[in-house]
């Protein structure tokens, strides 16, 4: 299956993150994991995006006990990697490293992110 990012909304990608953080859930789960994350949405929209996900292949569910219990049927990484290389493509034309220059320029990082940021740029280092 090829996962473009256009395939995906941000509600739906909501829910699918709400699989990820919490594994196998039902509805009612779902929703109790968005809530908590601020993202007031009522039981029949995640019932819908669940279906959703499912139709478009992103999520399973099994139908055997008195409620669907859905699950992700797709990784996080490959999700991400998708949506990273639309982001290249589109504005970088293809190439990482004015990416990745833009987001050490713009974003804070912590001390642990910035001491594998140069665990990384050491590994290159040493390919090189």
């Keep these: 299956m090829t996962v473009r990012q256009l395939d995906l909304g941000e509600a739906e ?24 994350r601020g993202r007031l949405v009522a039981y029949t929209t995640v019932q819908t995006l669940l279906t959703r996900l499912e139709t478009k292949r992103f999520a399973v569910s099994d139908k055997s006990g008195l409620a669907f219990v859905y699950r992700a049927k797709v990784s996080r990484d490959r999700i991400t990697k998708s949506r990273v290389g639309t982001l290249l493509t589109q504005l970088f034309d293809g190439e990482a490293a004015p990416l990745v220059l833009q987001l050490i320029k713009s974003e804070k990082f912590t001390p642990k992110e910035i001491q594998e940021l140069q665990s990384l740029i050491e590994d290159l280092d040493t390919k090189s």
């Design 13 to 36: 990608l909501s829910v699918l993150r709400a699989l990820w953080d919490r594994g196998p859930s039902t509805v009612r789960e779902v929703l109790a994991h968005l809530h908590e």
